[in-house]
C-alpha cells in the first residue's frame, strides 16, 4: 500500500524562504542594537541672575601742593692756578728728512770684485736593481748579473759569519725576521742603516752585522759613482 502525499501540506517545501527570511530579520535587530545609542541626561539648575545698574560716584579733584625742588649745590670756587716760568730753556730737536730728492748726490759705484761660484755636487741615489753597475763586493768579479748573484752570495756568507742570536732574546723566547734596509754610498761605506723587526733586541743585533760589512767598490751609473741602497732579511729561529 503505497502513503499518498498531499505536495501543498509538505512541510519542508519552503523551508530555505522561511531560514532566509527569519536570518534577515535578526541581522536587522542586530544592526539596531549596534546603531542604538544612549545619551546621559544630567540636570541642571537654572538660577536667575539679577544685574543692578552701576551707580557712578564723582570724585573731586583736589590740588596738592607739592614743595619746591632744592636749590642746586653752589659750584666750588676753582683752585688759583699759579703761572711758574721756564727756567731751563729745551732746545727742539729737528728731524731731518730721509726722502732723497733731485738735489741729492747719488755716491758712485762701488766696484764688486768677481764672486766665485761652488758647484755642489748633489748624490745621486740608484736603486740595486737598476743601477748600471752595482757595488762590487771584495772577490767577486764577472759582469753586472754575475756581480749581483756574487754580491748576494757574499752577503749572506757575511751574515752567517757574523750572526750571534742574542742571550737575552733566547731567554725570553723572542724570534722573528728582521729587515735591514741600508746604502753603500759614493765611496763604498755602509750608511743609513735602518731596520724594522719584532722586538729591539733583534734590529740591534741586525744593524750590528750589516755595520760590520768591509768598503765596497761604489755603484755607477753612466760612468758616475753613485749611492745605491740595498735591503735584505735576517731570519732569528730558535732551534728547539
Known sequence: ???KKNPSLEIGRNSGIYFAIGLNIMLFFTWQG???RTFDTEITSQDILA???EVEEDIPITNIDAPPPPPPPAAAAPDVITIVEDVVEIEETVIESTESN???EIAEPVEVESVEVVEVEEEVVVPFTVVEKVPIFP??????AELKACFNAKMQEHIKKNFNYPQSALEMGVHGKVFV???????GHVSNIKSRGPAQLLETEAER???L???MEPGRQRGKAVKVPYSIPISFKIQQ
Open 1 to 3: 500500500m503505497e502513503v
Open 34 to 36: 549596534l546603531e542604538y
Open 51 to 53: 544685574m543692578s545698574d
Open 102 to 104: 733731485q738735489e741729492d
Open 139 to 144: 772577490g767577486c768579479k764577472g759582469n753586472n
Open 181 to 187: 734596509l741600508f746604502a753603500i754610498d759614493a765611496n
Open 209 to 211: 752585522i750589516i755595520s
Open 213 to 215: 760589512l768591509p768598503t
